[in-house]
């Protein structure tokens, strides 16, 4: 994840946002392709949410964009990260773009390879094979000194633009989107499922998405299986912040605890602005 940097907030909503340390992440495995979304909870279950939207609602996806940028990118303006990349530091090698896409992780990869496909000769494409060999490692061999530039170079482009959103639905949103749907929440639980992903990926690992699910699934049943949505949110999250702390580049997590529980412990179900929540220390703000 990206290292903070202050950004002017270009965005149709009412934005106050104060610059803020940064966090990591660790990139996920493509995930097949999830099943139609499960009907909206029903009263009877016990859910507090009111008829949600969900996540893909372009309005509520721009605020779920906002508010991973302000752990990732220390801003709002989350348009502004297309051309972001640096290596900040914790074994993934690069980290790039609107999502943290890392060069150490896969995602990258398949981000430049999407992009070539589209765009032969592109200023990335002639370091796919070494992106190839580095990928599992935090190596730079092949790609310094002249990787960054181009990648800035690219991002000027709006076809390298449209492969960063492409990706970063396929990969992370998507799919959390999808499972959360499946799994009867509202548009915070997608959230919150998709902001997991982001950090951790959805591999085989304990800190995973998938495992971070289940550690949740021991304590409480989805309102799909006939639970309480806000508890077993709450028992989501408890699982998320022992995940994070498993990992030193994680371990801060206001992320959630001065963030996402605070929507959840107003019964902001539904993500409905105005938002206000804190990220390592500073706060933010969605009118």
């Not at 992440?25 to 507090?48: C, K, Q, V």
């Not at 609107?98 to 995602?107: K, L, P, R, V």
Request: charged share 20%; glycine share 10%; proline share 6%.
């Amino acid at each position: 994840m990206p290292t903070p940097r202050i950004r002017t907030v270009l965005l149709a909503l009412t934005l106050v946002a104060v610059p803020t340390a940064s966090a990591a992440h660790a990139a996920a495995e493509p995930p097949a392709a999830a099943p139609a979304a499960a009907p909206a909870t029903s009263p009877a279950i016990g859910s507090a949410v009111a008829a949600a939207t969900g996540l893909d609602d372009p309005a509520k996806k721009d605020i779920a964009m906002q508010i991973v940028s302000s752990a990732e990118n220390s801003s709002l303006d989350w348009k502004a990260q297309y051309g972001y990349i640096e290596d900040i530091g914790d074994g993934r090698g690069y980290t790039a773009g609107i999502i943290g896409f890392c060069s150490g992780t896969g995602d990258m990869l398949d981000l430049v390879e999407l992009y070539t496909q589209r765009k032969p000769g592109n200023p990335l494409a002639t370091y796919l094979p070494a992106l190839r060999a580095v990928d599992g490692t935090d190596s730079h061999k092949g790609l310094d000194p002249g990787f960054t530039a181009a990648w800035k170079q690219a991002a000027k482009d709006s076809a390298f633009k449209t492969a960063q959103n492409d990706e970063r639905d396929r990969v992370y949103f998507n799919p959390a989107v999808n499972r959360g749907k499946q799994d009867g929440l509202g548009t915070l639980g997608q959230f919150a499922y998709y902001d997991a992903i982001v950090m951790h990926g959805d591999g085989g690992d304990s800190t995973s998405f998938s495992s971070i699910r289940k550690r949740a699934l021991a304590k409480a049943k989805t309102p799909a299986q006939g639970g309480n949505q806000t508890t077993y949110l709450h028992a989501f999250l408890d699982a998320r912040v022992w995940a994070m702390k498993q990992e030193e580049a994680h371990e801060d997590t206001s992320r959630v605890d001065t963030a996402q529980r605070v929507f959840l412990n107003k019964g902001n179900l539904n993500l409905d602005p105005p938002l206000d929540w804190k990220v390592y220390g500073d706060s933010f703000h969605i009118g």
